[in-house]
């Protein structure tokens, strides 16, 4: 298990990482979202062993890792842009982990994750202590082989071995780094903004992939990512973080629909926040009412994102300025006398620009927050 | 975001330091000192006063800085086209072309002035400065096009679309972003230029002199050592200046614009373009006529065409010019440069590694500089200071250090070191942080990072510098005319010997041994091209 405690880490006088507090789960998998800029490429890279705390303590199973560098943590890093060693071919890379000595460790026990079973002794005689599973240099090579085509396999890459990693194209490139990092058994996987690098569609199915090879290998990770939908799909548990600090921590659909601030509500999409009161699980506000049962009865304050508001059969005339042509729906600035705000229609009955329409509030796009002031 | 703040952790900073020692101590005991000395005797003696009160030492020095501009202006006149065409032009051949500059700047300066005296026999100003335009016509064609190349072709293209012509979008928007790479190109050119030795000496002889040729005239043949260390005082005092505003040039550069893969930014040339183009390859057809006169005289005879300059090798020449053969020569050549390469690739390689080291820890910017400065220094410094130098302190080292002929490697590989470091340091410093951190956190230690990351990836330049060097030493001259003994004399040396001594066969076998030295330099120069990492690396 990680725990990071007070963690600061400064630039100089700039405070990059501020006061945080994390836990990770062995086998959870933790995303840390946040705009650029928030310091969570900071912590990320401190928990590897790249930076260098100010203060508080980093430690996994109760042993501090402060002065254990990064080769001797056993830690499996992900960069956004891949970072394949150009020199080697795909299997070079993913044995490359495997050939060194401090990571060989045993096999995962079976339904098990990896083993993260540090002693106070520190991560650099774990895999002597756990019992040699490669004997004899034969042995070792037929090993390491054997867990390359296994690797190449979990991320659907199998026959891949002897290729050129120049000749990969960005995604299978993303998909031999992590089986390279996956390769040698790491106690924690840490992503850093593993997908950003892609497009849209290709980081959409790349998610989803992630997910599922998250969970079948049971690893303990960190996303670093600034994309909400990539940390929801990807994530057990999501912390927000924001200017240094962690503000938030919690289950995706909680962070969802109840950001703890005005700030995080905005970053996860709001951009109308209204006074509402809510009774029962279903929230009262000028647009009408909507069963919304994440809401703790009494005064709140309702933040609408875009799709909280639909043309259909509610209360508000409202008219409409303007219109645009998304994927799956037509968004809509319109004009509720005097205020402009946003809202969705299906493609096939969007209404024209200039034209009068009734909005309905939709439950899905309500994040609802603790009343302001 | 890629902040590698390792300063406070003691293997990391340790490792490289230790290292670093073994090339400045090196460099501290076979260029410092040497050096150190002569400026002690050159301040310590009555030679300062009395060479700086001659006015026959302000025309050496008003002719070494005159000749060195003017030839500085010819090679950036005639390396512009190139440099357009090497980074600009799709068009078949340029590999052939980049290969084809880059052998004039590796020829022995004998072999350089031996040429240009087959082509111009009465020699002269005129010879001096196109002989010494011919060499440096690839430093400014390659740094030039280095930056041209990757140069985005989109801002051109703004200003055409602007309103202006072919001629003033290059003059207004691509020159002003070229000269900083022309600026430091230009620096290190002049430097060149104004410490040639071999050329000057064997196209000027005791008429036209330079500094250099003055030191080594004063020293071999007058015996005034306190006046050849004086003006060697001056020589270092400009040269220093040079390497300051060179290097501040070049940090420019480094903080230059917006760059482009190479790729994005050729393509056939259009209209005019054919003309700049037919230019640049006048001039690269002008860089062989020297190279093809030297072959014509080495097979030339007085009765037609022969071989006797070839087969006169294996004797020592007309009345027994040389005490050993022209093939003992070859012989001692290739050995000298052997090891020269082997220990300046020793000394650069780690010299490289501590500076990469040091300006990854970011912990001492300004240290950083200066030391990345100082090792540039011998590439300035003249070889025959160096070798001068040598005669002057090498004494005071146990063994029989001066009479030795390990003497001839060290120099060598004190003038060599400087271009492995200029080769291997642009690579080394390329390589992506994360890349290092990647193989970090697969369990790689600092020291099994760079086995296995660094050195790979810098490996083709590992090549290619070492046959670069290789040529350099084979062809190097200054310090080699200083320290060589009559029976460890090398090729250049054996050259210069045979033509300043009567008889046609001597001649015939100059020219042959030069023929021979160019052969080698040109072989291993086209496998300098074929290992060569693409536009990483100054020279």
Redesign the interface.
């Known amino acids: 298990m990680l725990k990071v405690d007070g963690l600061d880490v400064a630039y100089g006088r700039i405070l990059a990482v501020s006061e945080v507090d994390l836990e990770i789960a062995d086998g959870e998998v933790v995303a840390l979202l946040g705009p650029s800029g928030c310091g969570k490429s900071t912590l990320l890279r401190a928990i590897a062993g790249l930076e260098r705390p100010t203060t508080g303590t980093i430690s996994w199973n109760g042993t501090d890792l402060a002065g254990i560098p990064i080769h001797r943590r056993g830690f499996g890093l992900v960069f956004q842009d891949g970072q394949l060693f150009p020199h080697r071919d795909v299997a070079g890379n993913v044995s490359f982990g495997l050939r060194m000595p401090a990571t060989q460790q045993p096999p995962p026990t079976l339904g098990g994750g990896p083993v993260a079973s540090l002693s106070a002794e520190g991560a650099g005689n774990e895999g002597r202590r756990g019992g040699l599973w490669i004997t004899g240099r034969g042995g070792e090579s037929l090993g390491i082989a054997a867990r390359v085509d296994e690797m190449l396999e979990l991320v659907g890459l199998s026959g891949y071995g002897g290729r050129r990693v120049t000749e990969l194209s960005g995604g299978e490139q993303q998909r031999v780094a992590l089986a390279r990092a996956l390769a040698p058994h790491p106690r924690l996987l840490l992503l850093d903004e593993p997908l950003s690098a892609l497009d849209r569609a290709l980081r959409e199915q790349l998610a989803i992939d992630l997910a599922r090879l998250l969970r079948e290998s049971g690893s303990t990770a960190l996303v670093v990512t600034h994309d909400h939908d990539e940390a929801f799909t990807l994530a057990d548990r999501v912390a927000v973080m924001r200017a240094g600090r962690i503000v938030q921590v919690g289950k995706p659909d909680e962070v969802w629909r109840r950001p703890v601030d005005e700030a995080t509500a905005r970053f996860l999409g709001c951009d109308l926040f209204l006074d509402a009161h809510a009774d029962n699980g279903v929230l009262n506000c000028e647009f009408g009412s909507a069963p919304v049962p994440w809401a703790p009865d009494g005064p709140v304050t309702a933040g609408l994102r875009p799709a909280a508001l639909r043309v259909g059969d509610g209360p508000t005339e409202v008219t409409v300025t303007a219109r645009v042509h998304r994927r799956d729906h037509v968004r809509l600035v319109v004009d509720t006398g005097g205020r402009r705000v946003d809202a969705v229609a299906g493609i096939a009955d969007a209404p024209e620009v200039g034209a009068r329409v009734r909005l309905v509030l939709a439950p899905d796009g309500v994040a609802v927050l603790s009343r302001r002031g | ?1 890629a ?4 300063r ?2 003691l ?1 990391d900073g340790t490792g490289p330091a230790v290292l670093g020692l073994v090339p400045l101590g090196f460099l501290a005991v076979f260029f410092l000192w040497p050096v150190a000395a002569i400026i002690q005797r050159g301040l310590g003696s009555d030679g300062l006063v009395r060479v700086l009160g001659s006015p026959d030492t302000w025309s050496v020095v008003l002719f070494t800085v005159g000749q060195a501009a003017a030839s500085t202006v010819v090679a950036v006149i005639a390396a512009m086209p190139v440099a357009f065409l090497l980074a600009r032009c799709a068009l078949p051949g340029i590999a052939v072309v980049r290969a084809a500059i880059l052998v004039p700047f590796v020829l022995p300066t004998v072999v350089v002035g031996l040429a240009f005296r087959s082509l111009m026999p009465d020699g002269g100003v005129l010879s001096i400065v196109l002989a010494n335009a011919f060499f440096n016509v690839a430093v400014v064609a390659r740094t030039v096009a280095g930056l041209w190349s990757h140069l985005d072709r989109r801002a051109e293209n703004a200003a055409r679309a602007l309103g202006a012509s072919p001629l003033r979008a290059f003059t207004s928007v691509t020159l002003p972003a070229l000269r900083p790479a022309i600026g430091s190109a230009a620096a290190i050119v002049f430097l060149f230029c104004a410490t040639s030795f071999g050329v000057v000496l064997l196209l000027g002889g005791a008429r036209y002199r330079t500094l250099e040729t003055e030191i080594y005239l004063r020293t071999v043949d007058l015996l005034d050592l306190s006046g050849a260390a004086a003006l060697s005082l001056i020589q270092i005092t400009a040269v220093v200046a040079v390497l300051v505003l060179a290097a501040l040039a070049r940090r420019r550069r480094e903080t230059a614009m917006a760059l482009r893969a190479r790729t994005e930014t050729t393509r056939r040339p259009r209209g005019g373009e054919w003309w700049v183009a037919a230019t640049a390859y006048a001039v690269v057809a002008a860089l062989m006529v020297p190279i093809v006169a030297l072959v014509v005289r080495s097979v030339s005879t007085s009765d037609g065409w022969g071989l006797d300059g070839y087969r006169a090798l294996s004797g020592t020449g007309f009345r027994g010019s040389l005490q050993i053969s022209g093939l003992d020569a070859a012989v001692n050549s290739l050995r000298a440069a052997t090891d020269a390469t082997l220990l300046a690739l020793l000394l650069g390689v780690s010299a490289s590694v501590v500076l990469v080291s040091l300006g990854r820890s970011r912990a001492h910017p300004g240290f950083v500089d200066t030391l990345d400065t100082a090792l540039m220094l011998p590439l300035g410094v003249s070889a025959v200071t160096v070798g001068f130098g040598y005669l002057i302190t090498l004494d005071a080292l146990p063994g029989d250090l001066r009479t030795s002929a390990a003497l001839v490697p060290l120099a060598q590989a004190i003038v060599v070191t400087p271009l492995v470091i200029r080769m291997i340091l642009p690579v080394l410093r390329s390589v ?1 942080p ?2 290092r ?10 020291w ?1 990072v760079w086995r ?2 660094d050195i ?2 810098a ?1 083709r330049s590992l090549i290619a510098a070492a046959a670069f060097g290789f040529v350099v030493a084979l062809g190097e001259f200054g310090a080699t005319s200083f320290l060589a003994r009559p029976d460890s004399a090398t090729l250049p040396i054996v050259i210069g010997r045979l033509i300043s001594r009567p008889g046609e066969l001597n001649n015939q076998m100059a020219y042959a041994a030069c023929t021979m030295l160019m052969v080698v330099t040109v072989a291993v120069v086209l496998l300098v091209e074929r290992l060569r990492v693409r536009s990483v690396g100054e020279f």
């Open positions: 975001m902040r590698g703040r390792s406070l952790r293997p992506d994360r890349l951190q990647a193989a970090g956190s697969l369990g790689a230690s600092p099994r296995e990351v790979p990836l490996g």
